[in-house]
């Protein structure tokens, strides 16, 4: 398998994980999207709480340039070092939620992805 596929396979697997380890609620539905052809992964949940609407991105992981970035970790998985769990090298791995010049000291990868790529 090369390695844009492991890492598809990677992140869709935790994502799945954490829908599976999500609380019940007839009300709010927790949906996966998946986008393979852009390499954009989400987990959002969506619908009603008593007469609030609720739509929230709680995990938003892109991969760009043979790396791994986590955008958005709404959760209280370290989805980096599940990433490293699934065999995804530290240094692949981005923080994109972290500012540019904090990524260095992180211990994961620092590239400066420029946005519109």
Not at 8 to 22: C, G, N, S, W, Y
Not at 41 to 57: F, P, S
Not at 63 to 86: C, F, H, P, Y
Request: glycine share 6%; hydrophobic share 35%.
């Amino acid at each position: 398998m090369d390695k844009l596929e492991q890492y598809r396979q990677a992140v869709q697997k935790i994502l799945t994980q954490q829908v599976a380890e999500d609380t019940q609620n007839d009300e709010i539905e927790s949906q996966l999207v998946f986008d393979t052809e852009r390499d954009r992964y989400l987990l959002l949940d969506v619908g009603w709480q008593d007469l609030k609407r609720v739509y929230h991105c709680f995990i938003h992981i892109d991969i760009k340039n043979g790396k791994v970035w986590i955008q958005r970790n709404m959760t209280e998985t370290d989805l980096a070092q599940a990433l490293v769990n699934l065999g995804i090298p530290k240094e692949d791995i981005i923080l994109g939620l972290q500012p540019p010049y904090k990524r260095p000291y992180t211990g994961y990868g620092s590239n400066h992805l420029i946005m519109n790529q």
